[in-house]
């Protein structure tokens, strides 16, 4: 969607077919499935009224995958971004790829595919991210948008008047907006509680007041990363009270898509996994979900992949309490599966 909104600033053809456009807005909320916001449709009364698109985020529906394949227009066998917490098996070691980094030169090592913000400084046009401040300086920042200007702005009516302000400003540019905070409380609270309808209001009335006063020659488009699914405490499902924690050298992933990185042969370990979770998830191999559309082989990912993946179909959140931190233990939203919930994320254009 970066790529598409960079050509209509530059005047060419781009895949959303968008017109030529001095100055256009990617406004990105996080954890805002096309299902979430429709389900809510009482408390997004413009948003619902505007024409949703409905489009699929790539596999996993996790934010570093996502986000890091909108920065740089690739999937996420290109960039290496295949899951939010994965296992390095050259150099033993477990890897979160959102939050995880140990330098920005680390991530900037990892992720070597040339980003949007780049290709439009190339171009001399402008490139801005408007963003909460904590990540300016954080690894997966450097990974996903380098060269672009950073504006931290922690309040979230303030990021969008920064964001107007910009689009107002002569000259070419892209302003990409990020928009962190319902996916945050979806994790804590759910995506069906007040404090997150409190907050979809808000952004509601936000996103109209920004639609209503684009800068002439300026759209707007609002999209999101992956859909989140509210789990109750008691459809946790904890695989370690089967799976010792010796049989693997990691569990990753996402709390519904784990990535289980076994220690010895995997043939009687998937046995076992659809014995006991097979009403309830896929058990699956890579090579399953490449042969399906969801992945495609690259010796850039293959590090990375594990030998087994369990994949949520019904209501329930899964955990190795082995390596799961308590705080993904307390979590009411979840994501990271295959489901529609998971994958269809909105796409709404204002000023096209």
């Known amino acids: 969607m970066l790529i598409s909104a960079l050509r209509s600033v530059q005047g060419i053809d781009n895949t959303l077919k968008l017109p030529a456009r001095r100055s256009v807005c990617v406004l990105l909320v996080d954890g805002l499935g096309a299902s979430n916001l429709t389900k809510a449709g009482g408390h997004a009364r413009f948003l619902n009224s505007s024409n949703i698109e409905k489009i699929s985020c790539f596999y996993p529906s996790t934010t570093s995958t996502s986000l890091t394949s909108l920065a740089t227009g690739l999937s996420p066998n290109q960039t290496g971004f295949v899951g939010y917490q994965v296992f390095n098996r050259d150099d ?27 290709l439009a400084k190339e171009s001399n046009l402008g490139f801005d991210v408007v963003s909460p401040a904590i990540y300016k300086h954080s690894g997966f920042t450097a990974a996903t948008m380098r060269e672009a200007e950073f504006h931290g702005v922690n309040d979230v009516a303030e990021r969008f008047s920064k964001a107007r302000e910009l689009l107002k400003m002569p000259g070419a540019r892209v302003v990409y907006l990020y928009v962190p905070e319902l996916d945050q409380i979806a994790h804590g609270w759910g995506s069906e509680s007040m404090k ?23 759209g707007l488009l609002l999209t999101s990363d992956h859909g989140v699914v509210d789990v109750p405490k008691e459809n946790q499902i904890y695989i370690d009270e089967h799976f010792a924690k010796e049989l693997f050298d990691f569990v990753g992933g996402d709390t519904r898509g784990l990535f289980l990185y076994c220690k010895a ?23 399953d979900l490449i042969q399906a559309g969801y992945w ?9 992949l594990p030998e087994l993946i369990l994949l949520a179909r019904k209501n329930v ?30 796409l709404i254009r204002y000023g096209f």
């Open 92 to 118: 033993l070691v477990p890897m979160n790829l959102l939050s995880g980094w140990e330098s920005t030169t680390q991530a900037e090592t990892f992720q070597k595919m040339e980003t949007i913000s780049e």
């Open 196 to 218: 997150w309808l409190n907050a979809l209001e808000e952004l509601d009335s936000l996103v109209q007041s920004l639609a209503s006063t684009l800068p002439s020659g300026s």
């Open 265 to 287: 042969s995997s043939g009687d370990l998937m046995e076992r996994l659809v014995d006991a979770y097979g009403n309830e998830c896929y058990v699956l191999e890579p090579r």
């Open 296 to 304: 495609t082989e690259s010796k850039i990912q293959e590090k990375f």
């Open 317 to 346: 959140a899964l955990y190795h309490r082995g390596f799961a931190k308590q705080k993904s233990l307390n979590m009411v939203g979840h994501h990271g599966s295959i489901t529609p919930e998971e994958m269809s994320i909105p």
